[in-house]
């Protein structure tokens, strides 16, 4: 099928997001790859907000800032998103709309299927029509969701879907699409807040903490509405609370975690220093929206991750890694809680509103084959029991409180071998510093170089890190198409970075913030000679389109 | 007593010598000899301050933490471990100012904790700066006019949350402070024990000074009239009533649905979740092909 970029638009609260998802499952149930982004404003009720669906033969799991066919179920969404309609595109508005292709008086529609609450599925039955999927896979799909609400309600929604369908095949005329064939081709289609959890649960994280933050909020969320996944969950009173909570249950032998966003980062930075004083390891992660301050609290970016670089006082060794996708998120998040636990360090996971809003269509999605277990160091101890002991490689044999034969001490301020306040500036003090910092000299050597993409040969290389990466590789394949000698290297073990060797090449760096955050670490770290920097600090995520057009 | 001290620990103490803090420590050590606990089943929680020391100088399970974040701190470690005997000691600056915050939440979860609150009515680490408890008008190193602002009432406050077991004690009355200390770790959910600890260094008073604001409840005083008990304690500081001022009930405390699922086990003795109930999640997640 030739690919597609739909947009489905209207106020919060109009329920977009479902009509999004039954579309993007009626193409998936059909055998086609589709990925979903949402966007939307800061407000429970009305503004504007829209939910994007791209579908093609193979997943392009990226957003576009082009809609080929736009759905808004309201006149004052359809002139705000029209703008972005392609020429030759197809607007489909309620009845009374101007000038749109096909118009569907999606509440009339509902009413006669059994009420206005199934405008929805009505709108839904017409982008099927509009795109070419049969409307079974539609009736089947809503049957699924909407089965434990008894039969009455699944008929009224498979009515409704029809009466759209119906409305828009009559409209669409010549327009109207071939169907789509079937294939046989199975995606799974999920979210990276959704995934963290499964991978969380997977390390054998027993407690979360958190205090509600968008963008953040969905994975203490899928925590607490999944009891089997064993995690226990608090809502803190605030992230300083939060970040204090999991480390007083790390330090007592569960695995922990907590997520935010950057301004409860702020608060946790305290906490992070404390981690690592007192090397207790914690997962920490932050879903990046642009700040300052409160920012846009709905939108994205890439702006924290210098902040999570240096966020805490002193200095000690820490982890930072970036999925790039919900796979990634899955494998990521268990190897952050396996370095924290190894290392006995804060490890920050960074995703952004982008990632935590997209669901994206993936050929696989599954658990690590080999996932390590809890607390490596119990097994250690000789008769006298030292928390701090210092060892060659900076790490300690860790014992939990509450140990039935040794007594643990764990002291933020600085202390002995034994864990116990010191002044001895001659040499303890000098021996705890190196003892520290020499496990983040250890962690260095084992963090994961970049993937390359089309990087042999190629004269322009775009580096990106986090969820920027099917974007950046969209724009690689549009310009190889051209002709154009370009590949990528995409991070998502951000620090600390390790000792590369790179090709010639000219670099440009793609991130979401204005400053070159990664550029500049690259620069600083590796030396690497930086010939461009494409920032999008708009709050909207990176495109393809948005790549070419800076680089033309 | 000393000799078979098991929780007496050799760390050097670094309080001013005569503190009435000492007094606070012997009555902890002979409350925990006194329920006849192991130090491998304590763990004690503080934030930042000269109270604050105090974990180094027990033997036990020490969790020496953030200022003014012990009560978080802990409520993970009771939660990861709730057959281990948390208990909380820190200063009123530490518990009461800068974890004002999280002393309001606590009281609301109801952890399984004792919390000891060593109030010197000062901040004596930062050499002499008005606490949370300093009286209105009392000079100060810093408040050098006296302090314009009103004190706070957090044990009223701890009464109003229905805190099931509130108490204050006086450093210089070792026996009896034991004593209330040996009720409030054997009580299950929060307990507060607050208790008066004149500043040898920093405060304005001799000790007879606070001696004589003391007010022990007498054997009329019923513990479990909520109103009266808070009209008690809003008598601080002209008057700082002893004893158990408020003691209901047990209510429910914080995580025991959790306890109950994995039969009051610690987290780290949890097995790892079956992984096969991770692979169905994600197999959820794969849309089928219809018919």
Redesign the interface.
Known sequence: MKPLSLWIAGAAGEGIQTIGDAVARSFLTHGYPAFATSEFESRIRGGNSSVRVRVADLPINAPSPKADILLAVNPTALAFYRPALTEGGLAIGPDGSDSVDVSIPFKALAEESGGAIYANAVAAGALCAAVGIPIGGLRQLLAEAFGERGDEIVQANQAAAKAGFDAAVEQLGDRRPKPIPSRENRYAFASAHETIPIGAAAAGCRFMAAYPMSPSTGIITAFAKNPQLGVFTEQAEDEISAVNMALGASAAGARAMTATSGGGFALMTEGVSLAGMIETPIVIVIAQRPGPATGLPTRTAQEDLLFALRGGHGEFPRAILAPSDPQDAIDLTVRAFDLADRYQIPVIVLTDQYLADSTFALETLQLPPEISGVLKSEESTSEIYQRYRLTEDGVSPRLRLGHPEHLVVLDSDEHTEAGHITEDLDETRPAMVEKRLEKGRRLKLEMAPPSAHETDGAERILIGWGSTKDAIDEAVERLRADGRAVGSLHFTEIWPLPDLELPQAEYWVVEGNATGQFAGLLESELGLAIAGRIGRYDGRPIDADAILEELS | MTAENRFRSD?PN?WCPGCPNFGILAAMQQALLALELQ??QV?L?SG?GQAA?FP?YV????????HG?A???????A???P??TTIVTSGDGDLYGEGG??F??TLRRNPDLTVVVHNNQIYALTKGQAAPTTPRCEKTRLQVEGVEVDPAHMLATAIAHNCTFVARGFAGDIPALSDLLQQAIGHRGLSIVEVIQPCITWGNHPIDWYREKLLPVGEEHDPTDRLRTIELALQAPERWATGILYRTDPRPVF?ES?FKRIDGR???D?P??D?S???E??SK???????
């Open positions: 760390v670094q130090p491998e763990c929680v930042i020391k180094h033997r036990a399970h020490v969790f020496n933490g953030l974040r009560l978080p701190a802990a409520t993970g470690i939660v990861a471990n057959s281990l915050n999280h309001l939440h995580a959790h610690a987290m780290v949890m790892l979740v992984r109930i991770l692979e999640e994600l997640r794969r849309v089928s092909l219809s018919g």
